[in-house]
């Protein structure tokens, strides 16, 4: 399954984005899909998760109460809408899928697939 992430931007701080990575040549049925994010000079760090089949989420604590992870099976679509952005949350943001278990759904290696990632800035 290819992915495809896109929604990135530049807002001021206190605004809105909407994220989405889209599937192509497959679905995310069966998948864990994630969201990523990477600062320069920075190592990737996990943001937020969903499982495809029964949408349980997860949330980095930089992430809860201002994020919120979904899937639209429709669309065959993950989308983050990220709210009260910060400049520190400046960044790549790349979707991912793969079979993470209980235990590694934060870890980027339990991800299989990697979209391309879509830049975000947040100015002060």
């Known amino acids: 399954v290819q992915l495809q992430a896109s929604g990135g931007g530049l807002v001021q701080a206190g605004g809105s984005l909407r994220l989405s990575c889209a599937a192509s040549?497959?679905?995310?049925?069966?998948?864990?899909v994630g969201w990523f994010r990477q600062a320069p000079g920075k190592e990737r760090e996990f943001v937020a998760s969903i499982r495809w089949s029964g949408g349980n989420t997860a949330y980095a604590g930089s992430a809860k109460g201002r994020f919120t992870i979904s899937r639209d099976r429709a669309k065959n679509t993950v989308t983050l809408q990220m709210n009260m952005l910060k400049p520190e949350d400046t960044a790549v943001y790349y979707c991912a899928a793969g079979h993470p278990i209980s235990s590694t759904y934060d870890n980027p290696r339990a991800y299989h697939h990697w979209g391309q990632g879509t830049l975000v800035t947040v100015s002060s």
């Open positions: 040549g497959g679905t995310f049925s069966g998948y864990g």
